[in-house]
């Protein structure tokens, strides 16, 4: 029902700024969660950053204060800026709606942080 698309993954070095965005399609963006999920290679894929559809934020410890998660209701976006990257940072960037017992996916952008 939900189909998702995360672009603007890539390369940078320690310290640089990425800025991902997920576009939605398909239905009703703005009563959906919006989440962030990342995993690296071998590693479990964890929450990095939530918006709830009234628009409130959270953020792993990890990246409070680097990460800030915001939507867009009318182009159906989600973005993720992220400023002051670690190389612990790398991993696949995952876009996540959430709706009671709803969940899709989108297939994930690559984010390589490597000096």
């Known amino acids: 029902q939900v189909r998702l698309v995360e672009s603007g993954g890539g390369l940078v070095q320690p310290g640089g700024s990425l800025k991902l965005s997920c576009a939605a399609s398909g239905g009703a963006f703005s009563t959906y969660a919006i989440n962030w999920f990342r995993q690296a290679p071998g590693k479990q894929r964890e929450l990095v950053a939530l918006i709830s559809s009234g628009g409130n934020t959270n953020y792993a410890d990890s990246v409070k204060g680097r990460f800030t998660i915001s939507r867009d209701n009318m182009k159906t976006i989600v973005y993720l800026q992220m400023n002051s990257l670690k190389p612990e940072d790398a991993a696949v960037y995952y876009c996540?709606?959430?709706?009671?017992?709803?969940?899709?996916w989108g297939q994930g952008t690559q984010v390589t942080v490597s000096s």
């Open positions: 996540n709606a959430a709706r009671q017992q709803e969940s899709y």
